[in-house]
């Protein structure tokens, strides 16, 4: 954007009375007070929320819960949850590390979620929609057999309906817990994709950080349109055995929303601040097209 | 002896190297020295059966990887070469370069024409820098996908060969965007109407080897491997020891006989003892027979059929429950 709109943006960050009450600052931070990951200041939390989790000083888009992605994408109390009864196994009985139906337990606690994914039915700007929310608390939003089923549910419902798939991506990758059958979720997750683009259902991915692995390398990046956060990772291999495989010391930005944008592989880069109206905007243009 | 010594030896075989070498030099000293040493050579042979017998009757997972691994193996190249006639290799992407580490192009395997895909590894070392030691960038990919959709315009099956530890985790990988190009390729192989068979020959790794590694059948060798993540990563990643990769192995469940237990295998195609570099020409047979029958049966079906069956076999796999 141009720099004069950037300070714009940075001033109604900043002074702009918010539109709405703050919802459960509870869901944020434990404390009152929160330390920015970018710029390392303390803010209030109730700012930080306030402001969507973009740091007011330094703009850093933070990782949202899958409610809160819920609230900032979608009309006011419109999701409808669907599939929202499906439960892990632990096929592999895995048990190295951390057992896995452990970890399951665990994040469900921590998060309240059933899995690390939401899909729902839900409207935006009026437009009925599916819509699919990723949480990265849970197991780093790793796709094992549920994300890869209710990830394939949300292409199909979209296609069986014909109304637009809006998924806010955030993933480790695979979840290796369950081995094959996770592999095998990008196969399945791609295929679904491809049904609905055969359709000609509109898809629009929101990558936001981080989106890697196995996600990246399925469904994520089938989209018709690309929208990334800013400042998010997304890649493939993670930065670290990239930086073992060159053996020197990765450039910076490598990875990021901009990189990308500069090397063609995505879309937009849009803050989170105008996020919705961007995605309600590509919608109503891409479902114009046929009438 | 100088066969047993040439040989290479995966870690799991010493103390069967060491006997075998052990009878070599007892055999070498008999003829040599004309000693008189008949019933110690007929005990040791009997020792050095049984043990090879119980080694590689026995297999961990971790060892399975190993002899996937073994450099000896027969790769991609001597499956076109003893398998298929007629090979036409096709190159590039259209859009950027040329990756060796992808084999694409046509063959004729036994009356039938079909379009091969396949990881490349090689034999030494000049080999295995032009193949990227069986890692392909995305360019390999790209190619991959552009010969899946000219099988697809002219009716070829696809036959695939899966030999790689993963696509290569490099920054200019990243920057050309690797994750795409198997994105891509996933989408593809889900819709392309020919049959598509799989055929593990060797190392699976991630979504390198699924890029070209799904379809209609997935035949595996009994020694080959097909994984989410590799042992030694998922070591690292648990334990932050990739020494612990042998334990790895057996969580993950990646052998043949696993994934043909969970109903991702199809067909497993026994390997002699010890590995498939035993007796290479005997198992690319198997193979080429296994691939033949495959076509036969799927030729039967209607391109629909064929790609619903295809939507639903993808469909149906994961494991979770509905409360």
Redesign the interface.
């Known amino acids: 954007m141009p720099i004069s709109d950037w300070f714009r943006a940075r001033e109604q960050r900043r002074y702009t009375a918010p539109s709405e009450p703050p919802r459960g600052s509870e869901s944020l931070a434990d404390g009152v007070w929160v330390r920015c990951e970018g710029c390392k200041r303390t803010l209030y939390a109730g700012d930080l929320e306030r402001g969507l989790g973009v740091c007011p000083s330094c703009g850093r888009h933070h990782q949202l819960t899958a409610d809160q992605r819920i609230d900032m994408l979608c009309d006011p109390g419109s999701f409808d949850e669907i599939d929202g009864d499906l439960r892990s196994g632990d096929p592999l009985e895995f048990r190295s590390g951390k057992p896995y139906a452990e970890a399951i337990e665990a994040a469900q606690d921590n998060t309240g979620l059933p899995e690390a994914v939401l899909t729902g039915r839900a409207l935006m700007g009026g437009l009925p929609v599916v819509v699919g929310v990723m949480d990265f608390r849970f197991i780093g939003a790793s796709m094992g057999s549920v994300v890869g089923e209710r990830i394939a549910r949300a292409f199909e419902s979209a296609c069986d309906r014909r109304v637009p798939l809006v998924l806010a991506i955030a993933s480790g990758g695979a979840r290796m817990q369950e081995g094959m059958l996770s592999l095998m979720q990008m196969a399945k997750t791609a295929a679904a994709a491809a049904r609905l683009a055969d359709a000609g259902v509109p898809y629009v991915a929101i990558l936001t950080d981080p989106t890697m692995g196995g996600v990246t390398a399925s469904f994520a990046t089938l989209a018709d349109v690309i929208v990334a956060e800013p400042g998010a990772r997304i890649g493939f291999a993670g930065p670290r055995l990239v930086e073992r495989t060159i053996r020197r010391a990765l450039p910076k930005g490598f990875q990021t929303a901009e990189s990308l944008l500069g090397h063609g592989m995505i879309d937009l880069v849009v803050e989170r601040g105008s996020l919705r109206e961007t995605v309600i905007g590509l919608l109503v243009c891409l479902a114009a097209g046929g009438e | 002896m100088s066969d047993v010594a040439r040989r290479f030896v995966m870690e799991f075989e010493r103390p069967l190297v060491d006997l075998e070498e052990k009878l070599e030099s007892l055999k070498h000293l008999s003829v040599v020295e004309g000693a008189e040493l008949a019933v110690e050579i007929a005990a040791l042979e009997a020792e050095v059966d049984e043990l090879r017998t119980t080694l590689y009757t026995s297999l961990t997972p971790w060892e399975r990887v190993q002899i996937s691994r073994h450099p000896e193996r027969p790769h991609t190249d001597d499956y076109l070469a003893d398998v298929f006639r007629d090979v036409i290799e096709l190159h590039g992407d259209r859009l950027y370069g040329d990756d060796a580490a992808m084999f694409a192009g046509l063959a004729s395997l036994g009356t039938r024409k079909v379009a091969v895909l396949g990881h490349r590894k090689g034999r030494n070392t000049t080999e295995n820098v032009r193949y990227n030691f069986g890692s392909p960038h995305p360019e390999g990919f790209r190619k991959a996908e552009r010969v899946m959709l000219l099988a697809d315009r002219f009716g070829l099956p696809i036959v695939t060969f899966l030999d790689t530890a993963g ?5 200019e ?8 190009a ?3 390729c ?6 392309v109407r020919v049959p598509v068979v799989t055929v593990g020959i060797g190392e699976g790794g ?2 390198g080897a ?1 890029a070209i590694g ?1 379809g209609d059948r997935l035949i595996m060798l009994e020694n080959a491997y ?4 590799s042992p030694e ?2 070591a690292t ?3 932050k020891e990739p020494a ?1 990769a042998a ?2 192995s057996g ?4 052998t043949a006989q ?2 043909e237990r ?1 109903g ?1 295998a199809d067909e497993v195609v026994p390997e002699p003892l010890g590995g498939a570099q035993r007796d290479p020409v005997t198992v690319m047979g198997a193979v080429g027979t296994a691939v033949a029958r495959a076509l036969d049966d799927l030729g039967a079906l209607p391109a629909d059929a064929l790609i619903a069956s ?2 639903e076999r ?2 149906a ?7």
């Open positions: 696509a290569y985790p490099g920054l990988d990243e920057d050309r965007g690797q994750a795409w198997i994105a891509s996933l989408a593809t192989l889900s819709r991630s979504g699924l799904f097909y994984s989410v993540i990563m998922c990643i648990l334990h612990r334990e790895a969580c993950l469940q990646l696993d994934l969970m991702l295809r939507y993808l469909r796999i994961g494991e979770y429950s509905s409360e």
